[in-house]
């Protein structure tokens, strides 16, 4: 079966420029989550998606960040303008379950995509 | 004080040896722990839960002290194939399972 899928897995790009990063679940999930990784901090949340609908964008950075679920097998994470301090590897997980009601489901984590902006 | 402190390592162990990474964490109303395994350049992946009353695993065993807000992994008879970070995730619980607070996590190398 097909694990998170996540392109690209790597972008090179200059500080500016859009970046945008894709995600598609397993499908059946119906919980996705947007991570980002670096050595400074460590893996952090940066927004989490239920039935399509922005539950907690809590951790996402700045107005620079967005993210949309135009369905249940699609989502984007945008970064416009991106900056030198966006450099990190940004992952996607998937879970089968709605944790709102309770109870924790495993997440699935994609491959990731390292971003780098130069 | 970080949420999921951990000890970065590298530990540096021969294959067959016993190892054990401890991690602590701050919030006191944490109801959900877990341990993660990032191999390099790779995503995270479940490795296991880690209940109140201890659970095993093959050659893992996770505890959880809660009074002294710490849980543990211990990793007997070491195999090449256990080098990776691992990675200590703590949740709130309930409505808030989903908010996974990380470690940075522990480096280990199983050297042959």
């Known amino acids: 079966d097909a694990g998170v899928i996540q392109s690209p897995r790597h972008e090179v790009t200059e500080m500016g420029q859009e970046v945008t990063l894709r995600c598609k679940p397993i499908?059946?999930?119906?919980?996705l989550f947007w991570y980002r990784q670096t050595m400074m901090r460590g893996l952090e949340l940066l927004i989490y998606?239920?039935?399509?609908?922005?539950?907690?964008d809590s951790g996402m950075p700045e107005d620079r960040f967005s993210a949309k679920m135009p369905n249940a097998s699609f989502s984007t994470l945008k970064i416009q303008p991106s900056e030198p301090r966006d450099s990190a590897v940004y992952f996607c997980?998937?879970?089968?379950?709605?944790?709102?009601?309770?109870?924790?489901?495993?997440?699935?984590f994609g491959p990731g995509t390292r971003l780098t902006v130069l | 004080r970080k949420e999921v402190e951990q000890d970065p390592g590298p530990f540096n162990v021969p294959e067959g040896a016993t190892v054990a990474f401890n991690c602590t964490y701050s919030?006191?109303?944490?109801?959900?722990f877990f341990w993660y395994r990032q191999d390099c350049r790779k995503e995270p992946k479940l490795l296991m839960s880690?209940?109140?009353s201890g659970n095993e695993d093959g050659r893992f065993t996770a505890q959880l002290n809660r009074a002294s807000q710490y849980i543990s992994l211990l990793i007997r008879d070491s195999k090449l194939s256990d080098s990776a970070t691992y990675l200590c995730?703590?949740?709130?619980?309930?409505?808030?399972?989903?908010?996974?607070?990380f470690g940075k996590g522990t480096k280990l190398s199983v050297i042959p």
């Open positions: 998606f239920n039935n399509n609908v922005p539950i907690d």
């Open positions: 995730v703590v949740t709130p619980g309930g409505a808030g399972s989903y908010q996974l607070t």
């Open positions: 997980a998937s879970s089968p379950a709605n944790p709102l009601a309770g109870g924790y489901n495993e997440q699935f």
């Open positions: 919030n006191s109303a944490s109801q959900s």
């Open positions: 499908s059946g999930h119906n919980s």
């Open positions: 880690v209940y109140s």
